[in-house]
T-cell receptor
């Protein structure tokens, strides 16, 4: 069965410094993986997705993530944080892709704070 | 106009009252979902529907019911609200016709429910 673990509930960085949000997954096969972002008082928005093409995936707003099968990780990074990046970030894995019981599993979320 | 619309956006009610949260979508997707978000717990699936005739319980369906009135409409009801159902509720849709589409959800902006 699939599962996903976000290793940090809260990350705080200074504006202009790199961002690293960590996600580890558990899967019996090579999964699809997603990162979503939720800005305050908003719904979730897809940031980027990995679907077994390139292992380095680029998303919106300068974010990217690298799929590392050997480490079962899909960490989200950005070279330089901006104040507008302050939000909650969720790592997501679909479960049971081709079965009628397919569903989508969310990590518990990482709140990213940006210091001026 | 938003592709996934939730009403009401905010609601305060009292214990024991019946509440309905409504969701409508213009994306033409067959799959619709209701999630509940609580701080530190991420999103938890309440119910999901793969088409008008197919409704399934999620991980936390107790105390909730749903109705899929049409492809575009999926309502969540709390028959007798209790304070621990105070949360932010999200409706979402997905298109299962592609492997990528299985994990990509399109969210409404949420309905904040407070049960006193």
């Amino acid at each position: 069965a699939q599962s996903v673990t976000q290793l940090d509930s809260h990350v705080s960085v200074s504006e202009g410094t790199p961002v690293l949000l960590r996600c580890n997954y558990s899967s019996s096969y090579s999964p699809s993986l997603f990162w979503y972002v939720q800005h305050p008082n908003k719904g979730l928005q897809l940031l980027l997705k990995y679907t077994s093409a390139a292992t380095l995936v680029k998303g919106i707003n300068g974010f990217e993530a690298e799929f590392k099968k050997s480490e079962t990780s899909f960490h989200l990074t950005k070279p330089s944080a901006h104040m507008s990046d302050a939000a909650e970030y969720f790592c997501v894995v679909p479960h049971g892709l081709y079965s009628s019981a397919s569903k989508i599993i969310f990590g518990s979320g990482t709140r990213l704070s940006i210091r001026p | 106009d938003a592709d996934v619309t939730q009403t009401p956006r905010n609601r305060i009610t009292k214990t024991g009252k019946r509440i309905m949260l409504e969701c409508s979508q213009t994306k033409g997707h067959d799959r619709m979902y209701w999630y509940r978000q609580d701080p530190g717990l991420g999103l938890r699936l309440i119910y999901y529907s793969f088409d008008v005739k197919d409704i399934n319980k999620g991980e936390i369906s107790d105390g909730y019911s749903v109705s899929r009135q049409a492809q575009a409409k999926f309502s969540l009801s709390l028959e007798s609200a209790i304070p621990n159902q105070t949360a932010l509720y999200f409706c979402a849709t997905s298109d299962p016709r592609s492997r990528e589409g299985l994990g990509e959800l399109f969210f409404g902006e949420g309905s904040r429910l407070t049960v006193l």
